[in-house]
C-alpha cells in the first residue's frame, strides 16, 4: 500500500513536486557543515540540526524540504581532520544558485534553514538578500540557534556557556536523531567555559546565540584554525558539556524550533509576493 508522500523534493519524481507546486510555493532549504564533534559524535551533526528541524517544520506546514547541502563555512575547524568547508563567498554563490533553481520551478517562498548555528549565518544572510533583490521572491534564514532560544534555554540544565561547540543541545539532538553515531561514554567530563565569564566585566569572545542563555556584551574575534584547536584539542574540540545531553531533550528541541519554523512559514504564506523571472539557471 502507498505511503504519504515525502516531504523531501529529492524523494519525490518531478510530477510529484508539480503537483505541490500547484498548492503551495514554500520550500526549505537544509544547510549545515561538515566538522569534528569530539570523539564522540558524528562529523554531519551541523547538517543533523538542519535536517531534523527542516523536516519537523515541513511535516507541521505541509511544505516541501531541498535535499540538505553539507558543507558550511567551517574555518576554525579545519585543522581538525574530516572537516569540509566553503569560503564564506562560495556559501553564497551555492545558496543563490539553489534559490535561483527553485525560483526557475516556480517556487516563491523560500527558508535557507541553518544547522551550523551562527557560523554559517553572513554567508546565508548575504545570499538571501541577494535572491530577494534581484528576484523580489521571499527568501528568509532560520538559524536552528536563535529561532526558539527561549525554548531551548527552558530545556537545558547546565550553566550558561555548556551548549557551546559539541555541548548539552547539540549532542542531545544526535542521541535523539543519530544515536548510532555518537557514544556519549566518550565525551570529556566536566567543563572549562570557552569564553570570557561575565564577571570579568570583558565582552565574551565568540559567536553570538550560541549558548541561548547568554547575555551581555560579545565581540566576535574569528580563531585561526591552529588557535582553535589549541584551545580545545585537551576536550577533544569540544567547546561545551556534553554530559547532561539525553535524547529526550533532543526531540524536544527540535519539536520546538520545528514548530517555531512552523509558525514562521505560515506568516510567509500570508506575506504578498511578486517575482521578476529569475536568471537562467546553468
Same mark, same amino acid.
Given at each position: 500500500?502507498p505511503?504519504?508522500?515525502s516531504?523531501w523534493l529529492h ?11 500547484s ?14 564533534h569530539?570523539h564522540f559524535?558524528?562529523?554531519l551533526?551541523?547538517t543533523?540540526w538542519?535536517i531534523?528541524?527542516?523536516?519537523d517544520?515541513?511535516k ?6 531541498a ?6 563555512w567551517s574555518?576554525?575547524h579545519m585543522a ?7 569560503k564564506a ?5 551555492v545558496?543563490v ?6 525560483l526557475?520551478q516556480?517556487f516563491?517562498r523560500i527558508?535557507?534553514v541553518?544547522?551550523?548555528?551562527s557560523?554559517?549565518? *553572513?554567508?546565508?544572510?548575504?545570499? %538571501?538578500?541577494?535572491l530577494?533583490l534581484?528576484? =523580489?521572491a521571499? @527568501?528568509? /534564514?532560520a ?9 531551548v534555554?527552558?530545556?537545558s540544565d547546565?550553566?550558561?556557556?555548556t551548549?557551546?561547540?559539541a555541548?548539552?543541545?547539540?549532542i542531545s539532538?544526535v542521541?535523539?536523531y543519530?544515536p548510532?553515531l555518537?557514544?556519549?561514554?566518550k565525551a ?5 567555559p570557552g ?5 570579568t ?11 541561548p542563555r ?5 565581540v ?10 589549541a584551545r ?6 569540544v567547546d ?5 545531553a539525553?535524547?529526550a531533550k533532543?526531540r524536544?528541541?527540535?519539536? *520546538?524550533?520545528?514548530a517555531n519554523? %512552523?509558525?514562521?512559514v505560515?506568516?510567509?504564506? =500570508?506575506?504578498? @509576493?511578486? /517575482?521578476k523571472?529569475?536568471p537562467?539557471?546553468?
Amino acid at each position: 500500500m502507498p505511503g504519504r508522500p515525502s516531504v523531501w523534493l529529492h524523494e519525490l519524481s518531478w510530477n510529484e513536486v508539480a503537483d505541490q507546486l500547484s498548492r503551495d510555493d514554500v520550500v526549505l532549504v537544509p544547510i549545515g557543515a561538515t566538522e569534528q564533534h569530539g570523539h564522540f559524535a558524528p562529523l554531519l551533526l551541523d547538517t543533523g540540526w538542519a535536517i531534523q528541524v527542516a523536516e519537523d517544520a515541513a511535516k507541521r506546514a505541509g511544505c516541501l524540504v531541498a535535499p540538505p547541502l553539507h558543507y558550511g563555512w567551517s574555518h576554525g575547524h579545519m585543522a581538525y581532520p574530516g572537516c569540509i568547508g566553503l569560503k564564506a563567498e562560495t556559501l553564497t554563490a551555492v545558496a543563490v544558485d539553489i534559490g535561483e533553481s527553485l525560483l526557475h520551478q516556480g517556487f516563491r517562498r523560500i527558508v535557507l534553514v541553518n544547522g551550523n548555528r551562527s557560523a554559517n549565518l *553572513a554567508p546565508m544572510e548575504i545570499a %538571501a538578500v541577494k535572491l530577494r533583490l534581484s528576484t =523580489g521572491a521571499l @527568501v528568509a /534564514v532560520a538559524d536552528c540557534g536563535q529561532i526558539a532560544r527561549d525554548a531551548v534555554a527552558a530545556l537545558s540544565d547546565g550553566p550558561v556557556n555548556t551548549n557551546g561547540h559539541a555541548g548539552e543541545s547539540e549532542i542531545s539532538m544526535v542521541l535523539a536523531y543519530y544515536p548510532h553515531l555518537t557514544d556519549l561514554a566518550k565525551a570529556p567530563g566536566g567543563f572549562v567555559p570557552g569564553h570570557l565569564p561575565r564577571e570579568t566585566g570583558r565582552p565574551r569572545r565568540g559567536h553570538s546565540g550560541v549558548d541561548p542563555r547568554q547575555d551581555g556584551d560579545s565581540v566576535y574575534l574569528p580563531a585561526l584554525p591552529e588557535e582553535f584547536r589549541a584551545r580545545t584539542e585537551a576536550r577533544q574540540g569540544v567547546d561545551g558539556d556534553p554530559t547532561t545531553a539525553t535524547a529526550a531533550k533532543g526531540r524536544a528541541m527540535v519539536e *520546538a524550533i520545528g514548530a517555531n519554523l %512552523a509558525d514562521f512559514v505560515a506568516e510567509l504564506r =500570508g506575506m504578498p @509576493v511578486r /517575482v521578476k523571472p529569475p536568471p537562467a539557471v546553468g
